[in-house]
């Protein structure tokens, strides 16, 4: 489809608001997304294969007389691919030509910077199970879904409810009380030796908490406000419960969550990211004019164009940094 540049081709049209959109294509990927997202996996070919020793075992009685006791470890292997990324904005060079606001190629070129968003758009899609922009979402190394109350007919990391929480509520007594539930969860993770999967100093590091738009006000009076209303005494005025315990949550509001009250509770320092953008190729452009005579198609036809593509993936490590908290 060509640039519809009809309205742009108005003589003496005026060309202060030629830039209503641009703002939305020039950004870069949320900046939070580096905390729950590893960005510098690098990738050599259309698939790869990732592997990974499961827990090494424990010390065990060393009966007098016998061998030192002995058990293997086991190992997972899992497979993320490489998908082809780009988009052309074709035109006609007279529309080029007539164009009054002289901004039709800028604009244009703006559509090779959306390829900045695709960490912050895979990402959205994996913590969903959606296909928004991926063709298919991977499962973990595990065999579940990034979220998942079971994995392989258990108890996924050894804790009853996994990873995947059902939540009292969306108002903010009841988020808290459903972030104390989450990090309660984190602790009872065990590894595949059946020890507890993280140090007691968990409580003490930073949490990432996703939210949808919706819940704004709710998370803001849970986490933010420093006096609540009201405790119900007289009308006397309660503390905020996680300023006082120090805890630290970063709150990250986005409309790209498509259900109103769920919620995701990431760690902030985990061992491993629980997902990870794979990056093949990185953008590149190519672009067509009459002018420059470098094309038998746009010689024919007058048709103009600006074109990029890229290479990349994104796949889910073992998410054991990440829970989610469904309300619906």
Do not use: C
């Not at 007389?65 to 058990?71: F, L, Q, T, V, Y």
């Not at 190729?281 to 103009?304: H, K």
Request: glycine share 8%.
């Amino acid at each position: 489809m060509r640039v519809e540049s009809s309205q742009t081709l108005v003589n003496g049209l005026r060309t202060e608001f030629w830039d209503t959109y641009a703002a939305v294509m020039n950004r870069n990927a949320d900046s939070r997304l580096a905390k729950v997202m590893d960005l510098g996996v690098g990738a050599t070919n259309r698939e790869h294969d990732f592997a990974y020793y499961e827990s090494a075992p424990h010390f065990a009685q060393w009966k007098r007389g016998g061998e030192i006791p002995s058990k293997g470890m086991a190992s997972i292997n899992f497979n993320v691919p490489v998908y082809e990324w780009g988009r052309r904005v074709p035109w006609l060079k007279w529309d080029r030509d007539d164009d009054q606001t002289s901004s039709l190629m800028q604009v244009a070129r703006q559509a090779g910077n959306s390829a900045g968003l695709l960490p912050e758009r895979f990402f959205f899609d994996l913590i969903q199970n959606a296909t928004n922009l991926l063709p298919a979402v991977p499962t973990a190394p595990d065999g579940a879904a990034m979220f998942a109350t079971t994995a392989g007919g258990s108890a996924r990391f050894g804790a009853t409810s996994g990873n995947l929480l059902t939540g009292t509520g969306a108002t903010a007594a009841a988020i808290l009380t459903d972030f104390y539930t989450s990090i309660e969860q984190f602790m009872l993770f065990q590894d595949t030796e059946g020890q507890p999967l993280f140090d007691d100093d968990l409580l003490s590091q930073p949490f990432i908490l996703i939210h949808p738009v919706q819940l704004t006000e709710a998370m803001d009076t849970a986490f933010l406000q420093k006096q609540q209303l009201g405790d119900g005494t007289a009308g006397g005025a309660k503390s905020n419960v996680i300023a006082d315990t120090a805890k630290r949550v970063e709150l990250w509001p986005s409309a790209r969550l498509t259900d109103a009250n769920d919620w995701y509770l990431f760690l902030g320092n985990p061992p491993k990211q629980a997902t990870f953008f794979l990056d093949r190729e990185g953008v590149q452009e190519e672009s067509a004019l009459l002018d420059d005579n470098n094309s038998d198609l746009v010689r024919s036809t007058a048709e103009e164009y600006i074109q990029w593509h890229s290479r990349s993936g994104a796949g889910i490590a073992l998410p054991y940094g990440a829970i989610k908290v469904a309300n619906s």
